[in-house]
């Protein structure tokens, strides 16, 4: 391989990072701070980027599409959460097994919803950005993946700084921790998580709208991302806003060279593959404590 197309992966692998961070993030509150099974995260992204197609119909731009959905996917998540509380978590030590069954069934109640009211054809987007390109040199670089870049550290930044300078955030960086503690200091921890995956199932809507900028969809792409999305929480340390970017860098540079070496069928197992190395050597993640 030579310099230039090293660079070239590199480069691509960056922004493609970026954009794995902003698919992971939501995921990162719910399963990070939370510890709840959500497997079902990618799915409920599918739906956001099915609904930003929807919206799209009528001209709407998809980013400002991805941000009205927000409440709607809140108030949805705060529904999830709630039912799974009640039912699962609120009666015993089981919860875990039984919670991952429950997203798991609604991972599969998404994506069949999504098949009959959808089909299985691809959807897309347009936009302005989409189909574009900035040209630096001799490189070529998508505005869509840019888009996905700035979506991803605002994010990012927006999530640090929300769960770091106010009560409720901090509340929510310790309700895995000590319910009982933070039941001392006046905060009902049932609410707090409900709170919590509601931002973790908004930020998915918008997670949703970027992954329909960046290339087509269709009901079945959860199956594609649960694998990465993991990975990237994980090798970030649970929970961790800043390490989720680092870890999507991580994991979208290691992509890119390995698609760039060995070819498209390899790149996959780059995810299962860093997801199995980090948890033999350093289970807590390169950022966790």
Same mark, same amino acid.
């Given at each position: 391989?030579s ?5 070239? *992966? ?6 493609l ?17 939370? &510890?709840?099974? +959500?497997?079902? +995260? ?13 919206? %799209?119909?009528? @001209? ?6 991805g941000?009205?959905?927000? #409440? ?26 039984? %919670? ?8 599969? /109640? ?8 959808? @089909?299985? &054809? ?5 936009? &302005?950005?989409? $189909? ?17 870049? $700035? ?13 770091? +300078? ?11 921790? &000590?319910? #009982? ?18 931002? *973790? ?6 997670? %949703?709208?970027?992954? /329909? ?6 009901? *079945? ?17 649970? @929970? ?5 970017? *680092? ?15 060995? $070819?498209?069928?390899?790149? #996959? ?10 948890? $033999?050597?350093? #289970? ?6």
């Open positions: 391989m310099f230039e197309l090293l660079g070239e *992966a590199v480069l691509f692998g960056v922004l990072g970026c954009f794995y961070a902003a698919v992971s993030i939501g995921l990162s509150v719910s399963f990070g701070l939370l &510890d709840v099974p +959500h497997v079902a +995260h990618p799915a409920i992204m599918v739906l956001g980027a099915y609904c930003t197609y929807l919206l %799209g119909r009528y @001209g709407w731009d998809p980013i400002l599409s941000i009205a959905l927000m #409440p709607l996917f809140f108030i949805l998540g705060v529904g999830i959460y709630r039912f799974y509380y009640e039912t699962f978590e609120k009666r015993g030590s089981d919860a875990g097994v039984r %919670g991952l069954a429950f997203f798991f069934g609604v991972a599969f /109640i998404i994506e069949v919803g999504l098949i009959l009211a959808f @089909g299985v &054809d691809q959807r897309m987007v347009e936009a &302005d950005y989409i $189909g574009r390109s900035l040209a630096l040199g001799d490189f070529r670089i998508p505005y869509r993946m840019l888009v996905a870049f $700035g979506v991803a550290l605002t994010l990012t930044a927006s999530l640090t700084l929300y769960l770091s +300078h106010t009560f409720t955030g901090r509340a929510i960086k310790a309700v895995a921790q &000590d319910e #009982p503690a933070l039941r001392l200091m006046g905060a009902n921890p049932v609410r707090i998580k409900q709170w919590a995956f509601g931002i *973790a199932t908004g930020v998915s809507a918008l997670a %949703g709208a970027m992954l /329909i900028i960046v290339g087509p969809v269709e009901p *079945a792409m959860d199956r594609v991302y649960i694998g990465r999305t993991f990975c990237v929480v994980v090798l970030a340390g649970l @929970g961790s806003m800043t390490g989720t970017l *680092a870890a999507g860098l991580i994991l979208g540079i290691s992509e890119s060279i390995v698609l760039m070496m060995f $070819g498209a069928s390899w790149a #996959p197992a780059v995810a299962f593959g860093l997801l199995l190395v980090v948890l $033999g050597i350093r #289970p807590q993640g390169l950022f966790g404590r």
